[in-house]
Structure formats: structure tokens, C-alpha cells
């Protein structure tokens, strides 16, 4: 039977020790043991990734999972690497983030109202958890969402392994509808709660480098998304 967190403190803890997944957990050690020649004299995280931001968030935004030489060596959701760098700029720029840049775990970065997860929080080769990875990581990200409930108001998924990964952890919290919902930049699905206020879930094109060098994301967009998300759930 799976331990259930008291509240996202101890829910962080209980995640930084999950090895349930033998393929991540020797991937993520590996790289923390060889590094990237740029990092060699830096102690990498090596270790599941914890959600980041604040416990009374009203926003959430959910990436992928963690990158090799990003959150797997600082520890920090997005931090440390070119994905992280586009998404705290534009959380900077919208007025969810103090500062614009994240390099390191003690940077003094602070979200406003905001929490950055992911469905599978080890990071795996090539950046594709297989199919039974994130169903075996699902539950981490279903406790995280259940106690950020009583404040959380909207989501912002990035890229459409979040979007189908997040869904099923929706309900029965939220009244996901059938068929499900389409992944698309720009996405808003309104998803009511048999009890409480609903959820305003928007889509996003993920801030990985294949879609910001490319230009199928721009800095632009993704505030827009932003923008709109940080009104729905009030902040
Ligand atoms: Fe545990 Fe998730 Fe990492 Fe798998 S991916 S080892 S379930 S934290």
C-alpha cells in the first residue's frame, strides 16, 4: 500500500526517495556519476525531482519530466538548463516569478501563487518515460494536486505528454469530459468539480528547445498563455 503525504513538505521528502522505477533510477544515477564535461565539478542532484512553489498555489503548470543535465543536477524543477530559461523568463515577465533566471536550487527564485510539476519526476533517456513509467509515477502527481485542491484554480500543461498524463489524475476531483479533451497550443477546457470551484486547464506548446529555436514557441505565445492562465485562477 502507497504512503500518502500529510501535506506537500512530506510529499516532497516521500518523492526525492521513490526508486520505483529501475531503468530511471539507473539512468538518473548514471548521469549524475558521468556529467556533462561542463558540470564535471559540480555534485549533481541524481534523485527524483520535487514539485516547486508554494503550498497555496492557485496555479500549477506541468511540464514532462525532468532533464538530464537541468533538474537532475540542480534539483530544481526547470532549473538550470535552456527549457528553464524561456519558462522563468515569461513567468518573470507575467509577474509569477521574481526574478527571470534559474540556475541553481539557492538562486533566491520565488513563484507568486504558482507550482511547477510533472508527471514523471526522474529523468529518462532521450527525455521519453515509456508508458508504464508515468502510470507508475502518476500517483506522486495525483497526491501533489489533491492537497494543492483547496487553492488550485488553473493549470498550464506544456506539451501534450503532460496533457494526456495529467488527465486521468483530474477525476474524479474534476469532471473530465468524453471524449477527452485535444492537446493544442492555446487550449482552455473549463473542468467543474461536483464540489467546489471548477478548473481552468489551458495547453501549451512545451518549452523544450525543438519548439523555441525553432520558433513554434515564442516568448510571446507562451505569455499569453500565461497571462490568461494567471487571471483564471485569480492571481
Ligand atoms: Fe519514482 Fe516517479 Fe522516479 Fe519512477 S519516475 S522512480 S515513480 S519518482
Known amino acids: ?8 513538505a512530506e510529499l516532497d521528502r516521500m518523492v526525492t526517495g521513490c526508486r520505483a522505477c529501475p531503468r530511471l533510477v539507473a539512468w538518473r544515477e548514471e548521469v549524475a556519476t558521468v556529467k556533462r564535461a561542463a558540470f564535471a565539478d559540480q555534485e549533481y542532484w541524481g534523485r527524483p525531482v520535487p514539485g516547486f512553489g508554494p503550498a ?12 538530464a543535465h537541468g533538474a537532475n543536477r540542480t534539483g530544481r524543477m526547470f532549473t538550470g538548463d535552456r527549457s528553464g530559461d524561456v519558462l522563468y523568463a515569461a513567468l518573470h515577465a507575467v509577474g509569477l516569478a521574481n ?4 540556475v541553481s536550487a539557492s538562486d533566491g527564485l520565488r513563484l507568486h501563487g504558482t507550482r511547477i510539476t510533472a508527471p514523471v519526476r526522474c529523468a529518462p533517456p532521450a527525455n521519453k518515460p515509456t508508458p508504464l513509467e508515468r502510470d507508475t509515477c502518476r500517483h506522486w502527481l495525483s497526491q501533489e494536486l489533491a492537497l494543492l485542491r483547496p487553492t488550485l484554480r488553473a493549470i498550464v500543461v506544456l506539451g501534450a505528454f503532460g496533457w494526456q498524463a495529467l488527465l486521468p489524475v483530474l477525476t474524479p476531483t474534476w469532471q473530465v469530459p468524453t471524449p477527452r479533451p485535444r ?32 520558433g513554434r514557441l515564442t516568448p510571446a505565445m507562451l505569455e499569453a498563455v500565461l497571462l490568461e492562465a494567471k487571471e483564471a485562477a485569480g492571481l
Open 99 to 102: 526574478q527571470p533566471t534559474s
Open 1 to 8: 500500500m502507497r504512503a500518502i503525504a500529510a501535506d506537500l
Open 183 to 214: 492537446f493544442t497550443h492555446a487550449a482552455l477546457v473549463t473542468l467543474p468539480a461536483p464540489e467546489g470551484p471548477p478548473l481552468h486547464l489551458f495547453g501549451s506548446y512545451h518549452v523544450s528547445q525543438q519548439n523555441t529555436f525553432t
Open 56 to 67: 497555496d498555489a492557485a496555479l500549477a503548470i506541468v511540464g514532462l519530466a525532468p532533464a
